[in-house]
């Protein structure tokens, strides 16, 4: 039998003993997960961020897998915990939207409240819920415990209002959704939205950079050129060769991106 796999994205960074400290305590209750960390540099308090950091790693785990996304602004507040069984997986987290895109690819098939106080520990911290609450309902669901298990129907549950991009005619309007650390500018335009306008020379421009053209990989471009191209998840990045597009450009989350039909 596989052993069971606990995936951990959080804000919390390495500097401090949190990250740390919330395996530690899945050990302690399931000590054959494996553990393993998608990302803990998630901008502090950044819920968009978590949540779309999330939706490019899940796919990419064996069934079975118990996500624990701890991003969490809202700690120690009257904002829930839940847990969902989604897909082939399983997910804890704050009631605050970082499931969002995840949910919207796979609707839940179950969203409980974390009410049940014995898959807790015994005293939860205003500060450290990570530790307290959601590290131990992970490691309860991988060690095999019901979801129904851990407490009653959530109900509604709250999602993010993401961009999603606009579609007409003879141009899209999108815009960037993520910067990566090495600088390119992730879009909310996927590889589909862009062929609806297939078949036409096309003019992108993104803040008020025109780009020359769409590449197949980085090493396409010459170096330092500004370019676009379809990333890892299969949206259109803009990037450059070999440096930042977001430094080279001046850009961050949120900078418009239209593509038209050339005239």
């Given at each position: 039998?596989?052993?069971?796999?606990?995936?951990?994205l959080t804000?919390?960074?390495?500097?401090d003993?949190?990250?740390g400290?919330?395996?530690?305590?899945?050990?302690?209750?399931?000590p054959?997960a494996?553990?393993?960390?998608?990302?803990?540099?998630?901008?502090a308090h950044?819920v968009v961020?978590?949540?779309?950091?999330?939706a490019?790693?899940?796919?990419y785990?064996?069934?079975?897998?118990?996500?624990?996304a701890?991003?969490?602004p809202?700690?120690?507040?009257t904002?829930r915990?839940?847990?969902?069984d989604?897909?082939e997986?399983?997910?804890v987290?704050p009631?605050?939207g970082?499931?969002t895109v995840?949910l919207?690819e796979?609707?839940?098939k179950r969203?409980?409240e974390l009410?049940?106080r014995?898959y807790a520990?015994?005293?939860?911290?205003r500060?450290?819920?990570?530790r307290?609450?959601f590290?131990p309902a992970?490691a309860?669901?991988?060690?095999?415990?019901?979801?129904?298990?851990?407490?009653?129907?959530?109900?509604?549950?709250?999602?993010?209002d993401l961009?999603?991009?606009?579609v007409?005619e003879d141009?899209i309007e999108?815009?960037?959704?993520r910067?990566d650390?090495?600088g390119?500018?992730i879009t909310?335009?996927?590889r589909?939205t862009?062929?609806?306008l297939?078949?036409?020379?096309?003019?992108?421009?993104?803040?008020s950079?025109?780009?020359?053209?769409?590449?197949?990989t980085?090493?396409?471009a010459?170096a330092?050129?500004?370019?676009?191209?379809?990333?890892?998840t299969d949206?259109?990045?803009?990037?450059?060769?070999?440096a930042?597009?977001a430094?080279?450009l001046g850009?961050?989350?949120g900078?418009?991106v239209?593509?038209?039909?050339r005239?």
């Amino acid at each position: 039998m596989a052993r069971p796999v606990i995936a951990l994205l959080t804000d919390f960074g390495t500097r401090d003993h949190y990250a740390g400290t919330m395996k530690g305590v899945a050990l302690g209750i399931c000590p054959d997960a494996t553990l393993v960390d998608i990302s803990h540099e998630i901008p502090a308090h950044d819920v968009v961020a978590g949540a779309l950091e999330l939706a490019a790693a899940y796919r990419y785990f064996p069934a079975g897998t118990v996500f624990l996304a701890v991003v969490d602004p809202g700690v120690g507040s009257t904002r829930r915990g839940i847990a969902a069984d989604a897909g082939e997986y399983k997910f804890v987290a704050p009631d605050n939207g970082v499931l969002t895109v995840v949910l919207d690819e796979h609707p839940p098939k179950r969203v409980v409240e974390l009410t049940e106080r014995k898959y807790a520990r015994p005293t939860v911290s205003r500060t450290f819920e990570g530790r307290d609450r959601f590290a131990p309902a992970a490691a309860w669901l991988a060690k095999g415990i019901e979801l129904t298990a851990m407490g009653r129907p959530a109900g509604t549950i709250a999602r993010l209002d993401l961009p999603h991009p606009r579609v007409a005619e003879d141009e899209i309007e999108g815009q960037v959704l993520r910067v990566d650390r090495f600088g390119n500018l992730i879009t909310n335009i996927d590889r589909k939205t862009f062929e609806k306008l297939s078949g036409a020379p096309l003019d992108i421009q993104v803040g008020s950079r025109q780009v020359s053209k769409v590449v197949s990989t980085y090493a396409d471009a010459a170096a330092g050129d500004v370019c676009a191209l379809f990333g890892s998840t299969d949206h259109l990045e803009i990037a450059a060769n070999g440096a930042s597009a977001a430094e080279e450009l001046g850009l961050g989350r949120g900078a418009p991106v239209h593509i038209a039909r050339r005239a």
